[in-house]
């Protein structure tokens, strides 16, 4: 069946440094679009990075923008959400995304929280 599992969140000090994984399995990877979202506490979700099938494609929401750096591995099935100097208001659980119209799947989460 259809997976797509979240790892590497944690608690991390301001001005810290996260990499976020997403492993997926049950579907043709490299054909879908692969997103990261968030949600923190009382607020909607966002889209924090996309990527294209290949990887040569990035989007990124302008809060994140030359902090976060969003890559994929089609060979082992990964995409991966790189994150440099956090900031508190980057505390949130961090959902991965496949998007092939008209299929999308999600992940459960993995949550981030940015504390001192």
């Known amino acids: 069946q259809v997976q797509l599992v979240e790892s590497g969140g944690g608690l991390v000090q301001p001005g810290g440094s996260l990499r976020l994984s997403c492993a997926a399995s049950?579907?043709?990877?490299?054909?879908?679009?692969m997103n990261w979202y968030r949600q923190a506490p009382g607020k909607e979700r966002e889209l924090v990075a996309a990527?294209?099938?290949?990887?040569?494609?990035?989007n990124y929401a302008t809060s994140v923008k030359g902090r976060f750096t969003i890559s994929r591995d089609n060979v082992n099935n990964t995409v991966y959400l790189r994150m440099n100097s956090l900031k508190p208001e980057d505390t949130a659980m961090y959902y991965c995304?496949?998007?092939?119209?008209?299929?999308?799947?999600w992940g459960k989460g993995t949550l981030v929280t940015v504390s001192s």
């Open positions: 990527i294209g099938t290949n990887g040569g494609s990035t």
């Open positions: 995304a496949a998007h092939r119209s008209p299929r999308e799947y």
């Open positions: 049950g579907f043709t990877f490299s054909m879908y679009y």
